[in-house]
C-alpha cells in the first residue's frame, strides 16, 4: 500500500475529478435549472419555481410528448417483433457462423447513424429509390408520399436502433439453455405453454434491457425527426433542443431532460428487478 | 548451513473470519530445501504469499538474517517467487522475461545481457532466448521461469506447486534438476506441494501442514518413519493401523496385546502406562505377508494384488474385517513369492520396524482415511 | 419449426439493415445530378466534396477531435477501469453506477448537461468544450471495453513483476499496459468512431469557431437529397467499418 500510494492517489484523483466535473455537476445544475425562472440571458436565474414542469403539461407541449411518446412506443414495439425472433434464431445458428453475423450486427454501432437516417431518406424520398421503382414497374403512377410523415420516422428509428433491441436479447437466448425448453416439453407442456411458462419470463431482462436502450434513445434522436419527419413528427429530443439552442428557455429545456432522466431510472429499475426474479445479480 | 535465514514468529491469516494460518512459529535454514506439505486449503500457499510479500499477516513477524521484513513490499523483498502457472510475461521474449529483475534493479545492459545469457545456459535454453512464452513447452516455460526467479540472486527462492503442471515424465526429471540447480547455487529453496512423493524424495526438511497449524517438522526420513501423529502418518504414505493394549511395561521394552495377538516391543517415547492404548503404525513395505501355516502373524485372506513394477501391492482382509496393506519387493527365487487372489495367508512384521502413537482424540479407526 | 425458416428470417432482417447502406453507397457513384434515375458511374461527388474548402476543413477539424477525443478517454478510461480492477476504494459502486448512467443516459441529457456546465463555468464553444464532452460519452465505452479484458488478466503477472521488484507504476507500464493493448487498441478505436459519428452531443456544445463534419452533414441533409453526402457518406461508413474491423482483428489475434 505505501509504494502503490502516490500513483493510486493519482489514478483516482483524476478519474473522480472527471466524473464529479463531467457528470454529477452538469446533472446537477440541469436538475437545478429545471427549477429556475426563464431568462434569456442567464442561464439560472431565481426565484425557485414549477413552472417549467407545469409547462410541460401545457396542451401545447403535452401534444406534442404524447405524439413523440407514441412514436418511441411503436418503435420500441416493432423492434421487440422484429427482434425477439431475430435474437432466438441468431442464438440458435451454428456456432461458426455467430461471430461473423455478430460482427454483422454491431456495425451500425459504428457507423455514423446520421449518414444511415440519410440513406432512409434515398429511399423514401418522393424522387427517391422506393418511389421510382414502383413507377418503373408500373404499380404506381405518381409518387406516394412516404418521407416527412409519422411513418417514416419510426421507420428511421426502428433502423437505427433494431440492433440495439436484438444485443440484450440475443445475450438471454444465449443463456436460455436448450435443456429447460426439454424439461418443460418432458412434463407435458405444449409449445405455447412452454413459451408463456418458460421462455418470457426467462428472457424478460433481455426484453426490459432491449426497451430501455431503444425506448429512451427513440424520444431523444432529434435528427431522425428533423431529417425524416418534418415539421409535424417532433421528438421529446427536438423539443429540449429548440428550446436550449433557439428559444433559450433553459428552465423548460431542462424540465424536459429530467422527465428523460426519470424514465430512464424507471426502466433501469424494471430491468434490475426482472434479473433479480430469475436469480441472476442485479444492475452492474 | 545452520544458521536461521527467516524467521517466523506468530504468523496468523485470516480470511473472512476463517482462520488460515494460527500463530505459526518457523525457522527457515540458510542453504536448505524446506517444503511445505499438505492437503488443498492447509494454508501453505498463504504462507508463500506471506513470505513473497504479497500478503500481510494479521499478527506476527518475518525476520530475514535479522531484519524485520514484515511490511515491506514484494518489490523490495530480497526473495524471488517461481508462479505455479509461471505468470511469465507474454508479451516479452524468453531474455526479456529474463532480464525482467534485473532491468528492475537498473543494472547496465552489457551486465544484464551476460547474466541472461549466463541464466539461460544454466536452464539449457540458450538457443530459445528469442521465442516469446507461448511458442515453448510447460517443461521450457518452467526452466524460464526458474531462470528469471533465480538471476536477482535472491536469497531464498520461493517456488509455490512449480511442477504441478508438467506430466509426470517431464516432473521426476525437473525434481532432479531443480535438486541439482539447488546444490549448484546454494540458494534457500521453499518449495509448495501437495504431492507427498515429491516432498520426501527433493527436502532437507519438511514442514507437514494442516488447517494452519505445523504437524510435523523434520527430515524426510524423520515424517515418513516417525510421524508425530496419525495425520502426518497418513498423509506422508500408506499406513496401515492396528490398535493395541498394553500389558505390561518391563524397563525398554513393553508388551502389548495387538488384535488378540501378544508382542512385545520397544517402548515407545512417549509415556505410557499399563492398560492404555497405542495405535501400532507399519507402513506397507514393513509387512510380511507369510504362508497360511506359518505359526504367527493375522491370518487373513488376499483379496487384491497390485503390480506396481518393482513391487507387488497386496491388500488382505483379516478376519476381523480389517484390512491390510502390503508392499513387497520381487523375490524371483522365492517360491512361495506369488500368492494368488482368495489365498489364505498370514501378515506380521518384524520387531522393531513398527512406529508407535498414542491414541489421541479424534483417532477412531477410520477417520482419517483419506 | 423447418430449419429453414429461422434463416430466411435472418438473412430478410440483415437485407433490411445493409440494402439502405448498400443504396447510399451504389448512388455516392451516381452521374446523375438531380433526380434518383442512374446516369452512369461517376467519382464526380467524391470530386465535388475535395473541392469544397470548407469541407474539407470540418473533416480534418473532426479528425483532430477524434483522435484527441480517443486519445484522452483511451488513457483516462484505462486509469478508471484499473481502478476499478485493482483498487478497494470508497465510492467505488458510486463510480460504477456514475458510468453507467453516462453509458445508458438518452445522449441529449448528456449534451445539455454539459452545455449548462460550460454555460456556468463560462468555457468558450469550440475545440476544448466539444473535447470534453466527447471523452466524457466515450468513456464507459472504453472502460467496459478494457474491464472485460482485465477480468481476464492473470493477477499471477502483476505480482511476477513486484516479485522481481517492480513498484505499482512500473508494474502498470511494464506489465499491465503492454498485455492490456488489444483491449485499449479495441477501446480507442471504438472512441474514435464515438467521437467521429456523433451528432447530437455536438449541437450543443459546438460553437462557430470549429466546424466538425457531422454538423455540416446535419445542416445539409435536413432539406432535400444532396448527392455530396452520399459520396460523404460512404466515406464515413468505409472508414467506421475499417476502424471495426481493424478493432475485431486486434482482439481475436490477441485471444490466443
Known sequence: MDERQPFRSAVLLLVWSWLLLLVLLPNLLVIAASFATRDPQDFLSLPVTLESYQRLINPLYLGVFTHSLYMAAMTTLLCLLIGYPFAWALSRVDKRWQTLLMILLIVPFWTNSLVRTYAIKLLLASNGLINNLLQSVGLIDAPITMLYTEGAVIAGLVYLLLPFMILPLYTVFEDLRDDLLQASHDLGAGRMATFVRVVIPLTLPGVIAGVLLVLLPAMGMFYVADVLGGAKNLLVGNVIKNQFLDARDWPFGAAASVLLTVAMAVLILAYGLSRRRIGQETVE | ?370 | MSRWLPRIYLMLVYALLYVPILVLIIYSFNDSRTGYRWGGWSLRWYQALFDNHAMVQAMWNSLWLALAAATVSTVIGGLTALALHRYQFRGKQALRGMLFVVMMSPEIVLAISLLAMFLVVGLQLGFVSLLLAHVTFCLPFVVITVMARLSGLDERLLEAARDLGAGEFTTVRTILVPVMMPALLAGWLLAFTLSLDDVVVSTFVSGPSYEILPLRIYSMVRVGLKPEVNALGSLLLVFSLAMLVLSQFILMRNKR
Open chain 2, 1 to 370: 548451513m545452520n544458521q536461521t535465514l527467516l524467521s517466523l514468529r506468530g504468523i496468523s491469516k485470516h480470511y473472512g473470519g476463517r482462520a488460515v494460518l494460527k500463530a505459526l512459529d518457523l525457522d527457515i535454514l540458510d542453504g536448505e530445501f524446506l517444503t511445505l506439505l499438505g492437503p488443498s486449503g492447509c494454508g501453505k500457499t498463504t504462507l508463500l504469499r506471506l513470505l513473497a510479500g504479497f500478503e500481510r499477516p494479521d499478527s506476527g513477524t518475518l525476520t530475514l538474517s535479522g531484519q524485520d521484513i514484515t511490511s515491506i513490499p514484494p518489490e523490495r523483498r530480497p526473495l524471488n517467487t517461481v508462479f505455479q502457472q509461471y505468470a511469465l510475461f507474454p508479451h516479452l521474449t524468453v531474455a526479456g522475461n529474463v532480464a525482467y529483475g534485473l532491468r528492475m534493479e537498473k543494472r547496465p545492459e552489457a551486465e544484464i545481457a551476460q547474466r541472461v545469457t549466463e541464466a539461460l545456459a544454466m536452464v539449457q535454453l540458450a538457443e530459445l532466448a528469442e521465442r516469446k512464452p507461448h511458442q515453448l513447452s510447460g517443461g521450457q516455460q518452467q526452466r524460464v521461469a526458474i531462470a528469471r526467479a533465480v538471476i536477482k540472486r535472491p536469497k531464498l527462492l520461493l517456488l509455490d506447486e512449480p511442477l504441478s503442471a508438467l506430466d509426470y515424465k517431464l516432473r521426476r526429471q525437473m525434481q532432479i534438476e531443480l535438486k541439482r540447480l539447488q546444490r549448484e547455487l546454494g540458494i534457500t529453496f521453499v518449495f509448495v506441494t501437495h504431492d507427498q512423493e515429491e516432498a520426501l524424495s527433493m527436502s532437507d526438511r519438511v514442514v507437514v501442514l494442516r488447517d494452519g497449524e505445523v504437524q510435523q517438522l523434520g527430515t524426510p526420513r524423520e515424517v515418513y518413519e516417525r510421524p508425530t501423529n496419525l495425520f502426518t502418518a497418513r498423509f506422508v504414505g500408506e499406513t496401515n493401523l492396528f490398535p493395541a493394549t498394553v500389558k505390561a511395561i518391563n524397563g525398554d521394552r513393553i508388551a502389548l496385546d495387538v488384535r488378540g495377538l501378544s508382542r512385545d516391543l520397544r517402548k515407545p517415547t512417549f509415556q505410557v502406562s499399563v492398560g492404555e492404548q497405542v495405535n501400532v503404525l507399519l507402513r506397507p513395505e514393513d509387512i510380511r505377508v507369510l504362508a497360511a501355516d506359518a505359526d504367527y502373524g493375522f491370518a487373513g485372506t488376499v483379496i487384491e494384488r497390485n503390480y506396481k513394477g518393482s513391487t507387488l501391492d497386496s491388500l488382505i482382509r483379516l478376519e476381523d474385517g480389517n484390512e491390510v496393506l502390503a508392499s513387497e519387493f520381487f523375490d524371483e527365487d522365492d517360491p512361495a513369492f506369488d500368492y494368488s487372489l482368495g489365498e489364505q495367508v498370514r501378515v506380521s512384521w518384524v520387531d522393531g520396524w513398527e512406529w508407535m502413537l498414542p491414541v489421541a482424540n479424534g483417532d477412531a479407526a477410520g477417520a482419517l482415511d483419506g
